[in-house]
């Protein structure tokens, strides 16, 4: 019998979590996963995997955490760096797994990471309520300049990739792979972040194929089953990805 | 004949290109380095590849690059990865890797990327000028609250490690690995952008295996060779690390 795969982390939001979900989930591979508990307890268990689990293990800064057997392992690019391989999901040439990871990477750093930062620009250890002026600042900056060069780098990736490794709608030409599944939740989180800089993006035609991917990977069966099951978090005012009223801009 | 290993990086300041110089120099493995080339020429040469290069590559979002043979991928972390087991680096126990890449990629976001944002704290794209009171602010709060917290961090992991993995200086007890090259460059270059704090963090003797773990791998052999070189670029006023008067506190 082999060792479950069990994910660490905090119940009540998709959070960075969901990334290490919707992989095991694209996969139909059964998983533990501590949302399944009360929040609390849920607290309660990545608190005390965080400082090692009294299991020899080193401590850990943030989950979400990943055990697989007496494997514990932290950083979620890392976790799906495990799992990807594992579960089929890393390519189909060598250092193909490179690639995939520095996808990742990248997408975590601008719409993940980025967005995360126009909430909590001053410091995470501050209350958004305490940071809402440079919060209000900063999501401006952000959908004037970043967001528009975010989603056209996507929109080169997926134009380049089919050229070079066969027509398809993915991060690698028709082969796909996490990296996808990767960026459908950073689009995902940023339309919930940003609806109306994501409807003026979609609205302008001009990265259709980012677009096309995120609505090619929600339409993936296991992906779909699982968005529409109770699995699926909503979206929270304390996640990663936030909706303020006040930071709900459009480009000018 | 083995492809050389090529960094791809601007000239002119160590950056996150110096985490791929590190690995190599401690390995004493040659490399070509767009640093040997003029400013603008290392400039022109990085804005060349971030584009696929004209050789079917996909676009890259940011530097550094690294290039072996055919082979370009993006992301320092995904570099050293790539690097860290063919050069010997990357510990000697199975998952090991998962492990120095989870402290690899935990070091770079508590003092690479939180300590840029200290002077970019609205966006990357504005000049620091544009936001040297929000940069103010953010300076304190990081060394307030987040640099206790991550240098205490760091401290937890070299106690663990000692007792799980035998009596060592590094981040896996004895054994040495790339994570603790990345670890000192982190310190390295928080120092230089906060030098009052981290004195004041090192006096305080909270941190003994923290400092001890920056000055052991500084005393290695192919380190302290390097760091004494011409190729040892010093911090600049554009680089990850800036040290700002305005920015340069102790804390309460």
Redesign the interface.
Known sequence: MTAPYELIYYAGAPGRGEHVRLILEEAGTPYQDTQSLPFEKSRETVVTWLS?GGH???????PPLFKHGD?V???T??IL??LGPKLGLAGDRE?DL??V??LV??AL??LS?EVH?THH??????YYEDQRE?SK??SK??IQ??LP?ILS?WQ??LD??S??RGEGPWLLGKTFTYADLVLFQCLDGTNYAFPKAMRQARDSGKFDKVFGLWEAVRARPNVSAYLSSDRRQKYTEWGVYRHYENNDFTAE
Chains 1, 2 share one sequence.
Do not use: C, H, W
């Open positions: 090692g020899g293990n080193p401590p850990y800064f943030a494997l392992i932290s950083q690019p890392n760096l495990y250092n490179y690639r990871n520095a990477l990248t750093d601008g990471n930062d620009p001053i410091s995470t250890m501050l440079e600042r900063r900056e952000f300049n970043r060069l780098y080169k990736v380049a990739s050229q070079e």
